[in-house]
């Protein structure tokens, strides 16, 4: 190694050291939070694949009911129609959960936030609140849905029924199970059509805003901070109030498909890979207080995971889900105070 004139050899050897640890421990740092923007992409591409997919079979569906001059009764009797519609519902099925997946991120990064109100949170102008779309939904034969709801939403309710006015009212066998079920008829091709290539259209849009980020301590200790509280006024409370818990007795147009403790083992996940991408900083300066945490975010995907599994197999009374409700929001109230405790330890302001 050369060195500058008048800089003798420890010296330099002192300072190659000091620019070397300093390079690994930037390397270091980076690391874990990239991953947190890795794990977002990965589902976003399944998300993806799945909205894709709804659109190309919605956009079927469309030109099979445009050929039967919109007379559902006769698209009722095409032979393709069943398979379309199966194909619609699966790429949906495919999309919702790989959304779940990364909620806890989209919604709580404020570059990313106004996606969740476009593609699941938001209600709509009907339901009104605080968190109303910010979109209309025109459709194909020009008319315009004005703040119609979420768009995961508007395609379950269009593809399962829910909403009187997104289906066309001739029922429909689309199972396959010669009977009709819960969620059997045909929807309205045109807003099937519309909310399908929407949704697609905003899950592409969100890969880019998602592409464009870089995730930073802040962004993530907020996202957590923001979520995990919602484990018991939003999951829980949607669930007790869902078929799932309910059954023919609730008035509910969403969560008809997928259970709410699914979407909420689903955001769990995602807050175990964001705190993943915090881990190593806050063990560097208090490892029981890491150790708590992780095992606190473990604890409770394996709470939300046995109920899940007991749901398959039973229904929850609304008293039950009520104490259960109780259980999870102790546990969520439990890891939202460490995970404010770890983030003054590394000089990190959220809930501001």
Same mark, same amino acid.
């Given at each position: ?71 559902? +009764? ?6 393709? &129609? $069943? !398979?379309?519609?199966?194909? #619609?519902? %699966? @790429? ?115 890969? +880019? ?6 995730? &930073? $301590? !802040?962004?993530?200790?907020? #996202?957590? %901070? @923001? ?126």
């Amino acid at each position: 190694m050369t060195f500058p004139l008048g800089l003798n050899q420890d010296w330099a050897v002192k300072l190659s050291l000091l620019l070397l640890t300093a390079a690994l421990t930037g390397m270091a740092g980076a690391a874990p939070l990239d991953g947190v923007k890795t794990y977002l992409g990965g589902k976003l591409a399944v998300q993806a694949a799945g909205t894709a997919q709804l659109t190309r079979a919605a956009d079927r569906y469309y030109a099979l009911a445009k050929a039967a001059g919109f007379d559902y +009764r006769k698209l009722a009797k095409n032979a393709q &129609t $069943r !398979a379309v519609l199966q194909e #619609a519902r %699966a @790429g949906w099925s495919k999309a919702s959960p790989a959304y779940e997946e990364i909620e806890g991120i989209v919604a709580g990064v404020d570059a990313l936030s106004r996606f969740d109100l476009i593609l699941d949170a938001g209600t709509s102008a009907a339901e009104g609140g605080e968190a109303v779309v910010p979109f209309d939904l025109k459709l194909p034969n020009g008319r315009v849905l004005p703040k119609p709801g979420n768009l995961f939403g508007v395609n379950e309710a269009a593809l399962w029924g829910t909403v009187k006015a997104f289906g066309s009212g001739v029922p429909f066998d689309v199972n396959g199970n010669g009977r009709i079920d819960f969620g059997d008829g045909l929807p309205d091709a045109n807003v099937l059509k519309a909310a399908a290539a929407e949704l697609n259209r905003q899950t592409l849009a969100l890969r +880019r805003a998602a592409g464009a980020w870089t995730p &930073t $301590r !802040a962004d993530v200790f907020g #996202a957590l %901070a @923001g979520n995990v509280p919602t484990v018991g006024p939003v999951f829980f409370e949607n669930w007790k109030t869902s078929r799932f818990v309910l059954g023919g007795r609730s008035r509910r147009t969403d969560f008809v498909v997928i259970s709410r403790l699914s979407d909420l083992g689903g955001n769990v996940r995602s807050w175990q890979a964001m705190y993943a991408g915090l881990s190593p900083d806050v063990r560097a300066r208090s490892a029981p207080l890491d150790a708590q945490i992780r095992a606190g975010l473990g604890d409770l995907a394996a709470f939300v995971g046995r109920l899940e599994a007991q749901e398959r197999r039973r229904r929850f009374t609304p008293e039950q889900a009520e104490t259960l409700q109780a259980e999870a929001q102790n546990r969520a109230t439990a890891i939202t105070g460490r995970l404010t405790q770890a983030a003054a330890l590394l000089g990190v302001r959220v809930g501001e």
